[in-house]
């Protein structure tokens, strides 16, 4: 009862996982209406990728968005593609590629499909792979960059370390939390350098310093060249680190941030994982249109709500979790369970330890591993009993009827639901309104 899946069976049900998450990635995304955010970075893109200009939105961050944005707009159009295409690629690509760090990391098909299915209806996954803001890159390029090492660990190939390198430099591009993962997987490559006792000293010292080049100057470079635009306004090379200062102070301090005008108390990363959260998301439609009698239509009816609300049913088994990872990688030995928990530690507590706010949009740069590491406990749960299969879809069908409304809120549909539409408005749009 408790054997493994087959290696065959595992990517036929990610496959049709995939196909899933697409489904539910797009679904009405068409009818959902322009934000805020959907417009400035569509706005920000064109500025970069035609003037070297940063901004209007997060010019504090570093500017593959805009690139990429912009590449999809001159395929696509200025229409949800455009804007909304690369998030949505890489949102639903983020599904089989959990899965397949998770299978490496625990060696466990059972686990990786749990981890794929818990990521796959997350509410906060689904609302910002259906964005145009980067936030869902937090969490597709450095688990690629991971998925890369653990192949080049594996096989000893140095085309998967250049990989990594090269998925590390795209993270680091979209947003520097990437930087966290990086310095995790760099130690770990070193630990198994210096760690091997057949090699001498003096060839320990040319692999690691190998091992550096790929794994450390290839992120910088490519994360340099993102910056080309830029320097074709006339920056020198110079004039780069002062650039880097003042974003760095922005990102650190955010001193050019107002108040939100709704209630946004899960702005704190320590509460993510010990008390329901969410991310709010409130925004005027900008298709806002006036009514036949020409009369504005009403409040209701101009505003959209999207929230990220976190399934209980797994953040708050996050930290638990992560607690008995480090546990048995201390007991067994188990050197990935110890990778996985540093992942999420060296992601995580920073994120604590800051005294600015931090928006819960950032948990996507958090949230694999955590996920990863409820899924292992789960199974190691559903094991100990005679009929674990029953468990494990006990488990798995509750997660999925508590993310069913949780979808609603997170495609924005929530305004259209007679009984949620008050408490949105009574709970988040008070200020709002006025």
Known sequence: MNSDLSTNVTFRLLFFCTLG???????LLTSQPVSEDDYYVALSAINYMESGQLGPTM????CLRNILVYGALRMFGPGVLGVKGVSLLLGTLCTPLIGLVARRLTGSNRIALIATILWGVDALVIDFSRQGINDIYLSFFPLGAIYLYLRFKESGRQGWLV???IFFGLGLASKW???FPLAVTSLYLAFDILRNGRDAMNVKLLRLIHGVVLLLLIPAMIYLLTFLPWFGRGYSLAEWPSLQKSMFLETSQHVGYHPKQWDDRDHNAYKWFIMPSVFVDPFMNMDTVETKDGKLPSFDQSVTVVLGYANPLVWLLVLPAIFFLIRRGIRERDERSLYLACLFLASYLPLVCTSRPIWMNTALSVLPYGIIAVAALIWQIAR???NSSRVLAVYLT???LVAAPLYLLAIGKGMRIPLLRELLVDQYLVQFKK
């Open 384 to 386: 100990r009993f005679r």
């Open 177 to 179: 939390s990437a930087l």
């Open 398 to 400: 509750l997660v999925l």
């Open 21 to 27: 998450v697409l489904f539910l990635n797009c679904l």
């Open 163 to 165: 990989g990594s390198g």
């Open 59 to 62: 010019w504090n961050h570093p």
